[in-house]
T-cell receptor, first 115, second 113 residues
Framework: ETGVTQTPRHLVMGMTNKKSLKCEQH?????MYWYKQSAKKPLELMFV???????ENNSVPSRFSPECPNSSHLFLHLHTLQPEDSALYLC??????????????FGNGTRLTVT | QQQVKQSPQSLIVQKGGISIINCAYE??????FPWYQQFPGKGPALLIA?????SEKKEGRFTISFNKSAKQFSLHIMDSQPGDSATYFC????????????FGTGTRLKVLA
């Protein structure tokens, strides 16, 4: 399997649930990212990991908790979410998280609905 | 200063026509400007990118025009095809510490057959 794979594709959860999003990249990249995509808004960077170290937390609420056990895997743990957290969550990877022209490779996202 | 303003929000073009999407930025530290294409149900994919040391870059039917003094750049799709129907995002980034892109709000393009 190639590219960036995200699971699940769709997730519906109640506000009291705990769930996790998973991302795996098969590109040999060293940086991984979580983005939030909401309608009519710019893609919103949430977290960046470079060589497994978190290098960016873009003021994300603590109900979102990332985990990067190795350069190929990235998780986003979710708990006590709010309805406004409903969105498409995109994982991406790049060869080098510190290089300006290191293109992002995105997965197809997890469509999250919080009820 | 960190925003990238993109227009139009949506665009309808006849097959064979030219699609033009515009972006503007404020931060002169940005030094890499990619365009991403996103089809429904898919993640964005890099389409074409430009550095500010050139004014134009062309790849097939896709061209980026860059105006450094005006702090604007645009995507031109020549001979637009129905298969080009997608959402297009411009972005900007700078080489400073942890690299990150600032994205525009996207343009939904529909090319009529």
């Amino acid at each position: 399997e190639t590219g960036v794979t995200q699971t699940p594709r769709h997730l519906v959860m109640g506000m009291t649930n705990k769930k996790s999003l998973k991302c795996e990249q098969h590109l040999g990249h060293n940086a991984m990212y979580w983005y939030k995509q909401s309608a009519k808004k710019p893609l919103e960077l949430m977290f960046v990991y470079n060589f497994k170290e978190q290098t960016e937390n873009n003021s994300v609420p603590s109900r979102f908790s990332p985990e990067c056990p190795n350069s190929s895997h990235l998780f986003l743990h979710l708990h006590t979410l709010q309805p406004e957290d409903s969105a498409l969550y995109l994982c991406a990877s790049s060869q080098d998280g510190t290089a300006a022209n290191s293109p992002l490779h995105f997965g197809n996202g997890t469509r999250l609905t919080v009820t | 200063q960190q925003q990238v303003k993109q227009s139009p929000q949506s665009l309808i073009v006849q097959k064979g026509g030219i699609s033009i999407i515009n972006c503007a930025y404020e931060n002169t530290a940005f030094d890499y400007f990619p365009w991403y294409q996103q089809f429904p149900g898919k993640g964005p994919a890099l389409l074409i990118a430009i550095r500010p040391d050139v004014s134009e870059k062309k790849e097939g039917r896709f061209t980026i025009s860059f105006n450094k003094s005006a702090k604007q750049f645009s995507l031109h799709i020549m001979d637009s095809q129905p298969g080009d129907s997608a959402t297009y995002f411009c972005a900007a980034s700078m080489a400073s510490g942890t690299y990150k892109y600032i994205f525009g709000t996207g343009t939904r393009l529909k090319v009529l057959a």
